[in-house]
């Protein structure tokens, strides 16, 4: 709980809650939140964001690119996110996000 005012006083509860529980448990915290991976950084709090997470499944798992390409998109029509400019992975999510559709024709 400690920890948890702690963070709260700098960042939103629920990244404060969620970081809380990661120190506590030494779990890793999935956060795209700037300032969050900031503190989190301060704070020796292992992270991951989106698009790692996104990059890690697409390179290990057997899925298709077609699997891996409406993934990614649905995560920008239903999550509002896409990778920022500035992610180092921002080149490789927009590369599969702006490939061809092999399923639609083109008109």
Not at 32 to 39: E, N, P, S, V
Not at 85 to 107: E, F, I, Q
Request: aromatic share 8%.
């Amino acid at each position: 709980m400690d920890r948890y005012v702690h963070f709260a006083q700098v960042i939103d509860d629920g990244e404060a809650m969620c970081m809380a529980i990661a120190v506590c448990r030494r779990w890793t915290l999935a956060c795209d939140d700037r300032k969050a991976l900031r503190i989190a950084k301060e704070s020796s709090v292992s992270t991951i964001t989106t698009p790692q997470l996104m990059h890690s499944w697409a390179t290990k798992s057997k899925a298709s690119s077609l699997s891996i390409q409406t993934a990614l998109k649905r995560i920008e029509s239903a999550g509002r996110f896409r990778a920022p400019r500035d992610s180092p992975l921002y080149d490789w999510w927009s590369s599969v996000v702006g490939a061809p559709n092999p399923c639609k024709s083109s008109d």
